[in-house]
């Protein structure tokens, strides 16, 4: 990363786009555009259960400044919810037509390349930018198109194929790098991301890495995070508190992989 690109002037806008809903969702957005010149790659940024926060701005600061597009949707306001694990949807599938509608406004935006789409997302949203890898969701709203490069973040590794809504598998051609905590009380096992790589098909496998991030827990990016919650999900399903601490070391090391995976798939 060079020092102007890290100088690189960003336009800020708040939107709404449409969701792809039989009866469709106005989505509010927020799309950072950095001023360089030509159609750039883009990536939307999803959040969690809790909603918005500084976490995405954080990962959309970074991506901006080497050049790549960001929209950071809200899919809570829309339904009139307030987050929380009492306050989400009850699945993640159900808000994937606002993930493809965020597509669409993208690939129509004249500073976007339509061909060059990333997303990525944390927790309820990381399992989002999760599932759309999968031929069984993505080809509901595209045909032969798929998003370029995923990376969910702490998308709760142990769920996959087990739990119901979680099937992962027949991936699209395109890369995907899950980034884990090494204390993630949600999986209750920092190995949780490589052994589901392990159980895939070789073909699906290859398709994917896995960054553990050491001494890190759910929401190790967030800033100000330090907090204990209930979630019935927890616990690979048992259920129970939840810690969420900070930390800085992991969240940068977090953006650079970021960068440094969208870059280079995109």
């Known amino acids: 990363m060079t020092s102007s690109d890290m100088e690189m002037a960003t336009s800020l806008q708040y939107v709404t786009f449409p969701s792809l809903h039989d009866e469709p969702l106005a989505i509010a957005a927020r799309v950072s555009v ?67 509608g965020a597509r669409a406004f993208l690939a129509a935006h004249p500073e976007v390349d339509g061909t060059r789409i990333g997303v990525m997302g944390f927790s309820f949203g990381g399992v989002a930018s999760m ?30 194929n087990r739990v119901p809504g979680f099937e992962f598998g027949d991936l699209v051609d395109a890369p995907v790098m899950m980034v884990t905590g090494e204390l993630d009380e949600y999986d209750d ?34 800033p100000g995070a330090n907090v204990v919650v209930a979630d019935p999900v927890s616990h690979r399903g048992a259920g129970g508190e939840v810690h969420m601490i900070f930390n800085e070391e992991a969240m940068e090391t977090a953006h650079k992989l970021a960068v440094d995976f969208f870059s280079g798939a995109l």
């Open 34 to 100: 950095p001023a360089k010149e030509g159609k750039k790659p883009a990536v939307i940024i999803l959040h969690g259960s809790a909603g918005p926060s500084a976490r995405e701005t954080g990962y959309a600061d970074a991506l901006n400044a080497v050049g790549i597009v960001t929209l950071e949707p809200d899919l809570w306001s829309a339904r009139g919810i307030g987050g929380g694990s009492e306050g989400r949807p009850k699945t993640v599938i159900e808000t994937l037509p606002d993930v493809y």
């Open 131 to 160: 599932l759309v890898a999968t031929h069984a969701q993505n080809d509901r709203f595209l045909k032969d198109e798929h998003f370029k490069a995923m990376m969910p973040v702490y998308p709760v590794a142990s769920a996959y």
């Open 189 to 222: 096992d920092p190995e949780a991301g490589p052994k589901l790589v392990a159980s895939l098909k070789p073909e699906d496998a290859a398709k994917i890495k896995v960054h553990v991030m050491k001494g890190a827990h759910h929401c190790f990016d967030m």
